[in-house]
């Protein structure tokens, strides 16, 4: 599969391919493992850059999630491990794929606010997206990468559930690989920099709504090579008009 590195190939836009590299130092002096700390100093920083990146006129950064570990080469591993602390920590997901789909969206807005209020909230275009950063870096084992989802066709995605407990699911949109998708990643990702993706956009306009990501597993990557360690952070975000 080939793979562009956005450090020679970094024209990607939010609107037209659904992802971007940024400049993001942030986080200083934060302990990772204080979900409350992480809330307090990280997620302010995080709504300023999504703000400033798609001069939105509302951003509400509802939750993070921390993944720490490494993939065995050839295996997925999409379950959710607690750490030390009990927090839930995600290994990297090695299937491509979309956090939410047409249905599923609309359904963790309602479940955020309320029927009431997402459907005034729905009046108006809003979006779901997503930050994504390195705590340590440079990062060599399973790195994140991203479909230019202007290459993705309607024919590629693939709603489905996934069981994250034997009673409870969501829909993702799983991807069907097709050779005229074009893949991007970062070579040495520092914790300084960040991923600004689109998980989900209500508009219909020929935007990007959907950006299929995975972790690459790099066979060339040295077996004692650091496991990633990451952070991800979810918010909604809505226009005026």
């Known amino acids: 599969m080939p793979l562009s590195d956005l450090r020679t190939a970094n024209n990607m836009t939010l609107q037209q391919n659904g992802f971007e590299l940024v400049e993001f130092p942030s986080g200083q002096g934060v302990n990772w493992d204080d979900k409350e700390q992480v809330k307090k100093v990280y997620y302010p920083e995080v709504k300023s850059l999504i703000q400033r990146m798609t001069s939105s006129s509302r951003v509400e950064v509802i939750q993070h999630n921390l993944r720490k570990g490494k993939i065995d080469k050839g295996q997925a591993d999409l379950s959710k491990l607690p750490d030390k602390t009990g927090h839930p920590i995600s290994h990297p997901s090695v299937l491509t794929h979309v956090d939410f789909t047409e249905s599923s969206g ?17 009046q108006k275009p809003w979006a779901i997206i997503q930050v994504w950063r390195p705590l340590v870096g440079p990062v060599q084992d399973s ?6 989802a202007a ?6 995605i693939l709603p489905a559930n996934l069981f994250l407990t034997e009673e409870f699911a969501i829909e993702v949109n799983y ?6 998708h074009r893949w991007f990643w970062t070579s040495q990702m520092r914790e300084d920099e960040a991923y600004v993706f689109v998980n989900y956009d209500s508009r219909h ?11 690459i597993v790099d066979p060339n990557v040295p077996e004692d090579a650091p496991i990633r360690q ?8 809505f226009w005026d008009e």
Do not use: M
């Open 151 to 156: 290459t993705l066709s309607q024919h590629d």
């Open 230 to 237: 990451s952070i991800e952070t979810r918010a909604f975000v």
């Open 106 to 122: 609309p359904k963790v807005l309602e479940r955020y606010f309320g029927a009431e209020a997402a459907a005034q909230l729905k």
């Open 175 to 180: 991807i069907v690989h097709n050779p005229s």
């Open 205 to 215: 306009d020929g935007r990007a709504r959907f950006t299929p990501h995975s972790t």
């Open 143 to 148: 790195a994140l990468g991203f479909v230019d």
